[in-house]
């Protein structure tokens, strides 16, 4: 004996209804997400660091928690020939209770992102001292929009989540970018924020009457270069 699949239809006539093949297709999309997700989180890139040892002492004297100041998580990207630039940018926003990947795309040089390391420990100690920084060795192709652009980004957020899972926030910046305000001014603004505010959703209607430093925070723009 079977069974009928709809009523009014013999066997193998059943069609499906359209609340059944919209769920079949979110079903579908989450686990094509999940898996995805996954393979990001698995993958190894490989990372170049600034040719410094970390200090124990000095990473453990930044206070971590939910009662301590937000820790902000960057994504620096560059070009072939934005070695020195991408450095420019990373010293204006470093702060050591942040975290940084930075990453050159493919067509950039195996030497440039050799150079751009050196050129890190070089100009700041601190980043080797703290341990807070890495140049992505494995990068992915240089295009900033499609498909290219947003595996990136969230192959680099998947490495940060690795690397150091204590971020709030994550930012993304490229080497046209330059702030405008301080990484103690901003991190002093985002520390009265509650940290589940998602920015993409609520940069434009934080509401003073909930916050009283949304005006601040609206106010925080990158200058393009």
């Known amino acids: 004996m079977g069974m009928v699949g709809a009523r009014g239809g013999g066997a193998g006539s059943w069609v499906p209804g359209e609340r059944w093949r919209r769920s079949l297709f979110l079903a579908l999309a989450s686990v094509s997400f999940l898996l995805s997700l996954i393979l990001l989180f698995l993958s190894a890139p490989r990372l170049r ?46 702060h050591p209770r942040n975290r940084y990947v930075l990453h050159l795309s493919a067509d950039a040089p195996e030497d440039e992102r050799l150079s751009l390391a050196t050129g890190i420990a070089a100009a700041a100690p601190a980043v080797g ?60 603004v985002l520390s009265s924020v509650p940290r589940d505010i998602n920015f993409i959703d609520h940069t434009s209607d934080i509401g003073s009457k909930e916050y009283g430093s949304s005006e601040l925070v609206k106010n925080i723009r990158i200058q393009q270069h």
């Open 129 to 188: 001292a703290f341990g807070n920084v890495a140049i992505i060795g494995t990068p992915t192709a240089g295009t900033p929009v499609g498909a290219s652009g947003l595996a990136g980004t969230l192959r680099a957020a998947a490495v940060l989540l690795r690397l150091h899972p204590d971020w709030d926030w994550f930012l993304t910046l490229n080497a046209a970018d330059y702030p405008l305000v301080t990484q103690d001014d901003l991190i002093h």
């Open 49 to 94: 660091l600034p040719s410094l040892v970390p200090s124990s002492a000095a990473a453990s004297a930044v206070r971590r928690g939910p009662d301590a100041p937000p820790c902000l998580a960057y994504l620096l990207t560059g070009r072939r020939g934005d070695g020195r630039r991408l450095l420019r940018l990373l010293l204006a926003v470093y």
